[in-house]
């Protein structure tokens, strides 16, 4: 039997590696996503105080540390029992929409954007940011640079710093926005709006009248029927920050409902002794391994996952966009793995539209931001939607707010079986007995678990794109025969 | 004069430190005509194998970031440092062991069974660990070893220089940087900074000598929007915090938390932390300063929150 051997593959923060074994004849026997790395924040919670919480766990990701900061923020509020004032709650909306433009920006220009853009099978050379504005025009990579520097001054502005914010607290946030730089926000949202429009268009020239591209995302080698996870608001449409966690079968009915304190009557986390990821799956339908379908309690989480499971968007234009994406392809739910690259754009828009409403909300500029909770703390659970997924933060505290317990379930790691099945389910259908693996070939294999984002280091991948990638085939003796560099 | 070769590497880190790397914008096109990035994981496409196979010292600089909590990180890290003439701790993580560093008051065994069977959403009744090796149907799977013990660069390798920060504000980054593009480097050991002193430095909120009967928590008053923190009760570790940093935090409202690390000359940053907490207590009997300290109910992740791995305590004993 040969192994294949992926590693590193370093889109993704920390590190990651595939291995793809091979039967005798050159067919894929089965194949391996493995996470080899593990820092055990859940442990080291235990006797900090709760309201330090928001800065620790930011800790977990770099790059999207607003996402912690922001579902462990909302957890210290159900935690302390504290309803926070209207303002700051519209303001924490306001930074996490600016931040959604951003991360969302970053994964369709620099991460997946140039598989679609460059072509699947592009030199490697080319396949990566620089080839895209290469090829769309330094215009659009100035307006791509601009957003993500525009919106990450939203970021500074109200969270006090650019990377791992510290403006919340349980009842509030520690710092409000002046009159000059609302309308500063204001001006930011209306670029985002037509920087997120404009997106839409390339995607629409480029990717859906290339009959290829379209062929290749509704391709079964890329789709799994699964479950499907995200947050709604009581209209059932989706949101970010706040709401109800909507989770729909594999036809598109809606399997469950839960609020964030609910969280452990729905979701269970298994175990595999060759990763250091867990594996989340729906508790009401079991775990049946790594496969997909009505009984699988397999769920997908992220852009795609969210629009399945929501009946729309807050916002018209991103309403639009979203009814534009299902008529195309054949209507809710959608399947097929790489249409999160269409979703994660339709959510930029409705995040840059968002972020305009906020920006002129009437008391957006209140300096009503705080309320001192009086409660004695004893437990809480807080959702939001990260980029990459549903985010769930779960502590319990002594009467003094010291955390006894913590628990937390990541937004990539809901991902990690379906992104298991999606790399097997690529590699069966592209590697064939006498088939030369090619450079090209392998990235087809990447293009499988790229749309997930996984948590990857975002705007590091500005600089040349390419993962280094390199791939070792060794004969049934163990002795290598090929090394393919990536 | 030819282009300095330069080399990035991320071990047991957030990927804030490349987010951070980056925040230098336009800056960074500067940098790259001054240097050649030879290896960059998450940018460029060098292999491991590519980095084995260069000659000793034939990197000029590595900028290393992450703290060494695996097997894997610290065979990265004795090999970039046999393949540098120069390697940069940059950021807490490397430095001192940073947040992820108070996985040191546990251990391993510990940290996997919170992971993998206690944690109320995991359904592991067979109790299943990761392994190192792993036979599977197919084949054999390996992963790397998890440390017992958080280490820093510096108590793995031997480092040449600091970049202090989680993570590094931008101008820091720059300073050293620059520093490097310009051959201007400054003595070994230097820890860079624009400021050695203390973030009170940077900070526009006014010092008094006032003292303090209470020590509040963040979430219990809204202070006062010019007045020093501390004195204000809050613990802001800004006065035994090396400066440089511009003192964002306090200036969000918020107290400075510790991330760049001791002010120069200070060895251990939680002890002096922990002697100017002291110094501002307002009393002089035993029994009332002891019920102003009762209030500080996580003095670890305090006065430690970063620097726990390279402090004078290292780790705790599990008995």
Redesign the interface.
Known sequence: ?K?ITID?I??L?G?GKI?I?LDDSGSV??V?F?V?????????S????A??MP??T??????C?EAHHMASTKT?DAL?HVDPPSPSKKLRELFYSAFYVTDHTTHFYILGGPDFVMGPEAP?AERNILGVIGKVGLELGGAVIKAR?QNHHIIHLL??????P??G???GI??GLKEEERQEVEQIAKDSVEFAKLSLKVFDDIVLKNKEYVEMIVSDAYTHRTYYMGLVDEKNRVNFYDGKVRVVDPSGKEFAKYAPRE??DH??????????I?F?FL?NVG?RGFTDGKDSGVFRVAPLARLNAADGMATPLAQEAYEKMYATLGGRPVHHTLAMHWARLVELLYAAERLLELSRDPEITSPNI?I??KATPDEGVGIVEAPRGTLTH?YITDE???IKKA?L?VATVNNAAAVNMSVKKAAMALIKPGKKITEGLLNRIEMAWRPYDLCL??????????????VIIYNSKGELIERL?? | MAKLKLALYWA????????????I?DK?LKLVEAAD?IF??????????DVEAMPDKSIDVCLFNGAI??S?QEHMAKMLRNKSKVIIAYGSCAYEG???G??N??NRQ??FE???VE??????KGK????TN?K????E?T??E?FDTVKTLRQTVEVDYVIPG??PE?KTTWLALEALITGKLPPKGTVITHNAKAVCDDCPRKRDVKKVKKFY??????PEPEVCLLEQGLLCAGIATRGGCGA??P????PC?GCYGPVEGAIDQGAHFLSAVASVIDSNDPDEIQKIINDI??P???FY?YSLPDSLLGRARIK
């Open positions: 039997m192994k590193p370093t889109r923060e590190h291995e074994f026997e089965n391996y493995q080899p790395e593990l820092r055990g924040f859940e442990k080291f235990e006797g900090r105080l309201e330090d800065q620790i930011q800790r977990i990701c770099g790059v540390p210290l302390f490697v520097m969270g006090g710093r650019a990377v791992h510290v403006f607290l349980p009842g520690s710092k969280y452990l979701v269970a986390e298994h175990v595999e002794p060759w990763s250091y867990k989340p508790k775990w705080r001192i909770p779960h003094r707010g010291v628990n379930i280091a975002c705007a590091t991948h500005t600089a040349l794109g390419q993962a280094p990638m390199e560099g990536h | 047991a880190s957030c990927g804030g430190c490349e987010i951070a790397q980056l925040q914008g960074l990035i960059w994981p998450v940018a460029i496409d060098v292999k491991y194998k909590r695996n894997e940073c947040i992820p108070l996985a008051l546990f510990l940290i919170r992971a993998y944690t109320p959403s995991t359904d592991n299943v660990f990761p392994q792993c599977v149907a197919e084949g799977l992963l790397p998890f989680c993570p931008e928590r963040t979430f219990e008053i809204i964002p935090c200036q969000a409202n918020m938390t109910h996580d670890v992740g305090t929150r």
